[in-house]
């Protein structure tokens, strides 16, 4: 079994002591996010759980829980989000040097194969073009060489969670957003000049999800929770499916999702996993570290 932590939340960011709590204690509660009342355990005992792939945009608080986790022997890599918007679109003040800074410390903890870095997702728009784009991904990869070797790109999908808060912003600053799943043409330049700074730097590079065929430009279809990508790092032998409860085009294999929706504090006004930004502020305040279920 493989444990997502998480796709619905930070918890490396927010949650590390509850995380934590649950490691020692073997086991963890989730909720169904679509039907609230159904409520199922999850053992966290480290001879039947896999591997463990955190999600987050900050380890710091994680960090020093690692050793715990290996001397437990828990299994883990992380897919870490490194990417850097206006406020507008993220309320988060961190520079970008103290972003990639913060990466790197992780890499040098955990060894540069364990941490995949997620350029995810390319929000194309009236602030942030393409020369945007290319700036900050060339300043990225240059700050991140030697710190990883896989990087993960996403182009922004406009869910009906996205869209409304999209369109306030369009509506209040006149801030217009372009769905590049529409402009193929786009999406291939973006991606050409992406892999060239890649290669520059010593990384493979993936999708997330997506449809386009980039392979022209050395890019290839990913899987974020990746079995093949645990048998090589951990010496296993997985065959697992691929997770039906994703969408169509992702590749993840099946796991196990310890987290909760309307919980990340971050307040990116562009996640599907928070519809209320307020809300999921309250949500953490109000969390138990001690509990079972993260909520």
């Known amino acids: ?28 509660l989730i909720r169904n996010p679509f039907r609230p ?18 999600w987050t945009r900050n380890a710091e608080p994680l960090i020093p829980h690692l050793d715990e986790l290996d001397v437990m022997g828990h299994r883990y890599y992380f897919q870490y989000t490194l990417v850097h918007y206006p406020r507008v679109f993220e309320r988060s003040s961190v520079t970008l040097s ?59 999908d406009i869910y009906r969670k996205t869209e409304k808060a999209l369109h306030i912003l369009k509506k209040k600053g006149d801030i217009r957003v372009v769905d590049l799943h529409h402009h193929e043409a786009k999406v291939r330049e973006i991606s050409d000049a992406f892999a060239e700074m890649g290669r520059d730097c010593g990384f493979e590079i993936f999708t997330c999800a997506e449809a386009s065929n980039l392979e022209a430009s050395g ?63 309250r949500n953490f305040h109000r969390h138990n570290k001690h509990a079972p279920l993260l909520l």
């Open 1 to 28: 079994m493989i444990v997502s932590a998480s796709r619905r939340t930070d918890i490396p960011a927010f949650y590390a002591d509850w995380f934590m709590n649950r490691i020692r204690s073997e086991s963890v």
């Open 37 to 54: 009342t159904q409520i199922s355990r999850v053992s966290l005992d480290p001879v039947r759980v896999d591997a463990i792939v955190f």
């Open 98 to 156: 103290r972003k990639v800074e913060g990466f790197r410390r992780l890499s040098q903890r955990v060894g540069p194969d364990k941490i995949i870095w997620r350029y995810d997702p390319i929000i194309m728009s009236n602030l942030t073009n393409q020369a945007y784009h290319e700036d900050h991904f060339e300043e990225i990869t240059k700050g991140l060489r030697g710190f990883t070797h896989r990087c993960i790109i996403s182009f922004l």
């Open 219 to 281: 890019i290839r279809h990913g899987k974020c929770i990746d079995d093949e990508l645990v048998n090589r790092l951990f010496g296993l032998d997985l065959s697992i499916a691929k997770d039906k409860g994703q969408r169509r085009l992702c590749g993840c294999v099946e796991s196990k999702d310890i987290g909760a929706y309307e919980t990340c504090p971050h307040g990116c006004i562009y996640c599907y996993a928070n519809t209320n930004p307020e809300l999921a502020r």
